[in-house]
């Protein structure tokens, strides 16, 4: 049965990709009545989606949401491999802690202390960071055959269940590594990834716990920069972030201890990419793995497809004082796939596309900056939506008419809720 209705939805896109996609059809234009006109008169439900940032998955298990990332033949992810990034996360700190091993433990007592900003507790990235911080570091405990990721709250004698205590040997001597504290940054109104609740938290963790930190770990930039400008700069205690955001990357010069770039340049163009491929209806390989007609494309040494998540995921790279000086310009598109697309084979397209929380460092500083580059040059016209990210209503009630757009790309504020979007396209 899922596999007729399946078929059926595939004759349909293959049909509109070979005819209605492709041509600009006038008559379709004059029955918009908004001012950003679609190109076509294929239905909502037919038309390109892409998720990006936020994958549709269960927010409690993690487990993919198959339903959302096949709502139709052209519906795809884009995100990064969210645990090859956590395992380098992990290893920037735990080789900073080696080769500082003799100025590392401030108070002298033996245990090298660090303290965790968790982003946001039911999505996969964050779940991964925090696992790949507690691996490295040996403070990790398994839970149902996963490493448990819950916040430990305060561990000031380190008797929390959610971790244990991490043992160290460098050059001949054995540390105690331990998580003092750790917890989810979530403001008051519901925003997670919270850079203002961190720079609040470490205040509080710092005069609770002093100079037993050591180390600040953080799950992104944004809290990391919040805690590192609060406190850990001037206390010149090693902060470690994720995203290479151009505000973290500089402050490497000022005793910023690292970050991890997720190559948002790669994440940007195939978020724009796999849209414009399925409008264009070419293989969804075009510009990506193969090259095109304006010489992009990518190796597979920044990304790989999995076809069965129907996901795109880009690969990461440690940003340290060693490399940092390579990554300054956050917002520069990757040369790779830097070539202009010809105007009258790839014409201009409109996209509804939304950003879930206009005040993530991540999303607005790096990745919204890098979308607006490769837009002019793949020729979309990008209509860019900024939620509050608290509730997906505040999102969904700016698509009032998704006929204006011929494909969408969507960055939900909790990954559960794919059906919010779904549903306005199915109607
Ligand atoms: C980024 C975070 C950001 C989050 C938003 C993550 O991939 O690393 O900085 O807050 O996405 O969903
Ligand atoms: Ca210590």
Same mark, same amino acid.
């Given at each position: ?23 600009? &059809? ?18 909502? =439900? &037919? ?17 993919? %949401? ?7 033949? #052209? ?8 645990? !090859? ?69 305060? #561990? ?10 991490? +043992? ?18 979530? #403001? ?23 100079? !037993? ?7 992104? $930039? ?13 206390? =010149? ?29 790669? !994440? ?14 070419? &293989? ?7 090259? %095109? $007609? ?11 497809? $999995? ?18 000086? /390579? ?14 697309? /010809? ?16 005040? $993530?460092?991540?999303? +607005? ?9 490769? /837009?002019?040059?793949? #020729? ?9 990210? !608290? ?28 059906? +919010? ?7």
């Amino acid at each position: 049965m899922k596999k007729k209705v399946l078929a059926l939805a595939l004759t349909a896109a293959m049909a509109c990709s070979l005819v209605a996609c492709s041509s600009n &059809d006038s008559n379709a234009s004059n029955t918009q009545d908004s001012g950003d006109s679609a190109s076509t008169t294929v239905a909502n =439900k &037919d038309k390109p989606l892409v998720w990006f940032n936020r994958q549709p998955s269960n927010s409690s298990t993690g487990e993919l %949401d198959m339903n959302a990332l096949q709502f139709n033949d #052209n519906t795809y992810y884009v995100g990064f491999d969210a645990n !090859q990034g956590a395992e380098l996360q992990g290893t920037m700190i735990l080789d900073y802690v080696k080769a500082n091993i003799d100025t590392i433990d401030r108070n002298g007592d033996g245990i090298i202390g660090y303290v965790l900003a968790i982003g946001d507790i039911g999505h996969n990235d964050s779940i991964a960071r925090t696992r790949g911080v507690r691996a490295a570091l040996g403070t990790a405990v398994e839970a149902n055959g996963a490493i448990n990721s819950d916040p430990v709250g305060s #561990n000031a004698d380190g008797s929390a269940t959610a971790v244990k205590d991490g +043992s160290l040997e460098v050059n001949g001597k054995t540390y105690i590594v331990r998580e003092l504290a750790s917890q989810e940054m979530k #403001n008051s109104a519901g925003a997670t990834w919270d850079a203002a609740t961190a720079g609040n938290a470490i205040g509080t963790w710092a005069s609770s716990f002093g100079d !037993q930190i050591d180390i600040v770990a953080s799950n992104n $930039d944004g809290m990391g920069m919040s805690m590192f400008n609060a406190w850990s700069k001037s206390n =010149k205690v090693p902060t470690f972030g994720y995203d290479a955001n151009a505000d973290a990357v500089a402050a490497i010069a000022e005793g910023y201890g690292g970050t991890i770039s997720q190559h948002a340049d790669v !994440q940007a163009y195939l978020t724009l990419r796999v849209l414009r491929n399925a409008l264009d209806g070419v &293989d969804i390989d075009t510009g990506i793995g193969t090259e %095109d $007609d304006a010489g992009n494309v990518l190796s597979d040494d920044v990304y790989y497809y $999995d076809e069965a998540a129907r996901s795109y995921y880009a690969l990461n790279v440690a940003v340290t004082a060693d490399n940092y000086t /390579d990554f300054t310009d956050s917002t520069k598109v990757y040369a790779p796939v830097s070539n202009q697309l /010809d105007a009258s084979a790839h014409p201009e397209k409109s996209v509804w596309l939304n950003i879930y929380n206009a005040a $993530d460092n991540f999303l +607005s500083a790096t990745y919204q900056p890098l979308l607006q580059n490769y /837009d002019d040059l793949l #020729n979309l016209k990008v209509e860019y939506i900024g939620g509050d990210g !608290q509730t997906e209503a505040n999102i969904t009630n700016r698509l009032s008419n998704p006929s204006a757009y011929d494909a969408f790309a969507i960055n939900m504020v909790k990954t559960d809720n794919a059906a +919010s979007y779904t549903a306005l396209l199915n109607q």
